[in-house]
């Protein structure tokens, strides 16, 4: 099983670690054709709109959207929700090129600048039902996008309550869905469609591998024929590329 | 897999107090999503939207580039707020501004504005020629600079989430940059190799704090991300930065001190994520126009702006 890490921009070698400690292969995917090689694909957090353009630059909307209709697993972490989502509000000037298909609309920048960025438990249910654990999950929120409403088809698997006043500040042209969604004060932060798993936190930040695995099981649940005779190379993870150290896990 | 699976956990560990409420992760976490990325110097609103356009991860606001800075002389200070306000509104990425060693009024301020992160900067006019700001005392992140090992420990062991090699600033000049560099991952190397035993003298000779000697031993790197910065002026020495070992890239005057700003933006940044990649390289360090214009630093009356804090 490989499975390949948007690296553009952003905290694509948390990522990999992570992956290395659970015994995959992460890869690099930096070019479309190198997307021909791996079975579904992470899009880590880092800033949205630099990983668009140099998406754009090298031309990679195409083939990520065509990947993403193969019905290939793709989760995306804070920018890489943005990327997935089908609407975002809160965007720079002139909007940004998205790849679409989970049928939500993001608030990019939801929570606002650094000084607002935190930490919180967050109840994770379902999570905790398939990969067992504590029914919480500590999610790091750094400048977080939010998920303001989502289509039937999407499963919703976490939520954050936030007081009014962010409501408030958020996006006019929203208007209209705040007055029903105002009751709750909540927003949504985890979400998962068919193939497409999206959290507006970074797990690749914790020590908690609970959302790796779940998305890893995700992919061996597609590929299950295919996959089948493909034992995973545990060997040439070390061979090809000396070990990349990477930075220690603050909590 | 020995050896590549093991996880630091820091829980009680000496560089993560605080007394306010935003826990050093979350401080490490935003430096962490800029990795791979190009933070670049901006002095206006439109600046900072050609910056954004080309791709930039962030951008630091300020009142006059390095290179002004060196030109004109005088007292470099704190922007003017209203400057980094208005900067901070025509853009959606993080946007981080200076304040003079030891001035932590100015960093105060900076807080109070909003921005994302601080540059505790020697491109400034030095504010306490002894102490740098306890950077513990603040929710907002800081990032500082440092020439070796033992300046960026000291730097992190007073609360900055987020390092970078000084570089000389405003020369368009590598070479300090990679002495910086080379000097930085050079003596990580020698750490890395050494018997624990010999640690404690070696955190006495780079006057560094045992513990955090100790953990950079461990994980074979700054215990934080680390950029490069001060002299970046191509792509070519933006993918060098990189290929040294650096999380990411600051651009100060190297961009809009060019005859193309727009171009030359895209194309470091670019090269910063394709960096080791000389046929992407080739594209885009083709055709740029101008770089700026750069100072020999042979030459005694430069003044080494690195110099200025220990």
């Given at each position: 099983m490989v499975v390949g890490v948007l690296a553009l921009q952003g905290s694509f070698n948390e990522h990999i670690a992570v992956l290395k400690r659970l015994g995959v292969k992460g890869v690099e995917v930096r070019k479309a054709e190198q997307l021909q090689n791996v079975n579904s694909l992470i899009i880590p957090g880092g800033e949205s709109t630099t990983m668009a353009k140099l998406a754009e630059y090298h031309n990679l909307f195409p083939a990520l959207r065509e990947f993403v209709k193969m019905g290939k697993p793709v989760w995306g972490t804070c920018a890489g929700l943005i990327f997935l989502a089908d609407r975002a509000t809160g965007q720079k000037t002139g909007g940004q090129e998205l790849v679409g298909g989970l049928d939500c609309t993001v608030h990019r920048n939801f929570f606002g600048s650094q000084i607002q960025s935190f930490e919180a438990d967050l109840s994770v249910p379902d999570i905790a039902a398939k990969e067992g654990g504590p029914p919480i999950f500590r999610g790091v929120f750094i400048r977080a996008p939010a998920i303001l409403d989502v289509g039937p088809g999407v499963?919703?698997?976490?939520?954050?309550?936030?007081?009014?006043?962010?409501?408030?500040?958020?996006?006019l042209s929203l208007q209209g869905q705040k007055e029903n969604s105002d009751s709750g004060k909540e927003v949504i932060v985890a979400v998962r469609q068919g193939n497409l798993l999206a959290t507006a936190f970074h797990p690749e930040l914790t020590a908690d591998n609970r959302w790796h695995t779940y998305f890893l099981k995700m992919t061996s649940d597609v590929g299950e024929g295919a996959l089948a005779s493909v034992s995973t190379p545990v060997d040439d993870l070390t061979s090809n590329e000396q070990a990349k150290n990477d930075l220690p896990i603050y909590q | 897999m020995a050896g590549s699976g093991v996880v630091t956990v820091y829980g009680n560990g000496a560089i993560t107090e605080t007394q306010k409420k935003s826990p050093f992760s979350v401080k490490v976490g935003l430096a962490q999503m800029l990795r791979g990325g190009v933070i670049m110097d901006v002095v206006t609103p439109e600046?900072?939207?050609?910056?954004?356009?080309?791709?930039?991860?962030?951008?630091?606001?300020?009142?006059?580039?390095?290179?002004?800075?060196?030109?004109?002389?005088?007292?470099?200070?704190?922007?003017?707020?209203?400057?980094?306000?208005?900067?901070?509104?025509?853009?959606?990425?993080?946007?981080?501004?200076?304040?003079?060693?030891?001035?932590?009024?100015?960093?105060?301020?900076l807080?109070?504005?909003?921005?994302?992160?601080?540059?505790?900067?020697?491109?400034?006019?030095?504010?306490?020629?002894?102490?740098?700001?306890?950077?513990?005392?603040?929710?907002?992140?800081?990032v500082c600079g440092c020439r070796n090992l033992g300046e960026a420990l000291r730097r992190i062991r007073e609360g900055a989430a987020m390092i970078r090699t000084k570089g000389e600033a405003g020369t368009g000049n590598i070479i300090e940059a990679v002495r910086h560099v080379r000097s930085v991952m050079g003596d990580i190397r020698v750490l890395r190799n050494m018997d624990d035993d010999e640690v404690f003298a070696f955190a006495k000779k780079?006057?560094?704090?045992?513990?955090?000697?100790?953990?950079?031993?461990?994980?074979?790197?700054l215990p934080v991300v680390h950029f490069a910065?001060?002299?970046?002026?191509?792509?070519?020495?933006?993918a060098?930065?990189?290929?040294?070992?650096?999380?990411?890239?600051?651009?100060?005057?190297?961009?809009?001190?060019?005859?193309?700003?727009?171009?030359?933006?895209?194309?470091?940044?670019?090269?910063?994520?394709?960096?080791?990649?000389?046929?992407?390289?080739?594209?885009?360090?083709c055709g740029l126009g101008e770089a700026m214009v750069g100072i020999n630093l042979n030459d005694e009356k430069v003044e080494r702006y690195a110099n200025r804090s220990e």
């Open positions: 499963e919703v698997l976490a939520n954050i309550p936030v007081s009014s006043d962010k409501y408030a500040s958020s996006d | 600046q900072a939207r050609i910056a954004e356009e080309a791709g930039a991860c962030a951008v630091m606001a300020l009142e006059r580039v390095p290179a002004d800075i060196r030109a004109q002389g005088g007292v470099a200070r704190m922007s003017d707020p209203q400057l980094i306000k208005e900067i901070k509104q025509a853009v959606t990425i993080p946007v981080m501004a200076k304040a003079r060693i030891g001035h932590f009024v100015e960093a105060q301020i807080e109070a504005i909003g921005i994302d992160y601080v540059d505790e900067s020697e491109v400034l006019t030095v504010a306490d020629e002894d102490n740098h700001i306890n950077k513990h005392n603040f929710r907002i992140p800081f780079i006057q560094s704090p045992y513990d955090l000697v100790m953990q950079t031993k461990q994980l074979g790197r910065a001060g002299g970046v002026a191509t792509p070519a020495d933006a060098l930065m990189m290929q040294l070992g650096c999380d990411g890239v600051f651009v100060g005057s190297g961009v809009f001190k060019s005859g193309d700003p727009a171009r030359r933006a895209r194309a470091i940044v670019q090269a910063v994520t394709h960096y080791s990649d000389p046929e992407v390289l080739v594209d885009v360090s």
